[in-house]
Nanobody
Framework: QVQLAESGGGAVQVGGSLKLSCSAS????????MGWFRQAPGKEREFVAS??????SKYADIVKGRFTISHVEWKNLYLQMTYIGSDDAAMYYC????????????WGQGTQVTVSS
């Protein structure tokens, strides 16, 4: 089992920056991918960014050039958000995919990002 705990969410103004963190614990050595998703009220959860060892990071088109995903030893995952817009307001979730699992296996509880103009 893997436990994921997000932090760093909060209120930010349009055009501002925010850095989200995700701390992974448990059997993290069996994870092959980690990423970020988000869900705004009334909308479906959507992919934001992910990364796998030795492969280029993946980004949703809507955040390319503005958000950067990074990690430290695959136990701490980060999402640096810049040039935040009102459409970026959402609950942000950290996720991990176990090797061999085609779907995302583990999810955190989420951290809320609110955007004000």
């Amino acid at each position: 089992q893997v436990q994921l705990a997000e932090s760093g969410g909060g209120a930010v103004q349009v055009g501002g920056s925010l850095k989200l963190s995700c701390s992974a614990s448990g059997r993290t050595q069996y994870n092959c991918e980690m990423g970020w998703f988000r869900q705004a009220p009334g909308k479906e959860r959507e992919f934001v960014a992910s990364m796998e060892p030795d492969r280029p990071s993946k980004y949703a088109d809507i955040v390319k050039g503005r958000f950067t995903i990074s990690h430290v030893e695959w136990k701490n995952l980060y999402l640096q958000m810049t040039y935040i817009g009102s459409d970026d307001a959402a609950m942000y979730y950290c996720a991990a995919r176990r090797c061999g699992d085609p779907n995302w296996t583990y999810w955190g509880q989420g951290t809320q990002v609110t955007v004000s103009s």
